[in-house]
């Protein structure tokens, strides 16, 4: 199985695919889309989907993974990370692809067997899961592709 999976954000989007085969999980690609406060919300959301329907075609994914929105504090940009969610969503189906949803606890168990764990303990997990070296990536990478391993571990 090969999935696509999005850490959503609208300033920073974190997108990485992996595949699993033989029972081994394998990090085929992974970035995070980055676009400028500047420009318009919905440039913004145009960019995000463009990248994420290139990603698509260029990688031919079973499935999309998203992880849920959750925050306590800022309404507004719940609500646009939300309208990111919906795009991907939208886009994911529109490809005939199933989508599949995570809660951040729900990735931080999978990830590091312990809901209430913080961003450290993912990005140090995640290299030891995947054989990979850390390299200088991005929150937003590292938790797509912790939403990846989810995925990956949950779908039969």
Known sequence: MRVLA???????LGAAV???ENG???LLFSTCIRTLAKVSFEERLKKL???AEALIKEWHPNAVALE???FEKNA???????EV????????AAQNLKVHHYTPGEVKVAVTGYGGSD???IAAMVPKLLRISLGKRLDDELDAIAVGITCLASVR
């Open 18 to 20: 992996l595949e699993k």
């Open 68 to 70: 849920e929105v959750f």
């Open 119 to 121: 961003k450290k303990a």
């Open 49 to 51: 989907g463009g990248e």
């Open 85 to 92: 969610r919906g795009a991907l969503m939208y886009i994911a």
């Open 76 to 82: 507004k940009t719940a609500m646009q990370v939300a």
């Open 24 to 26: 081994k999980e394998t």
């Open 6 to 12: 999005f850490d959503p954000g609208y300033e920073r």
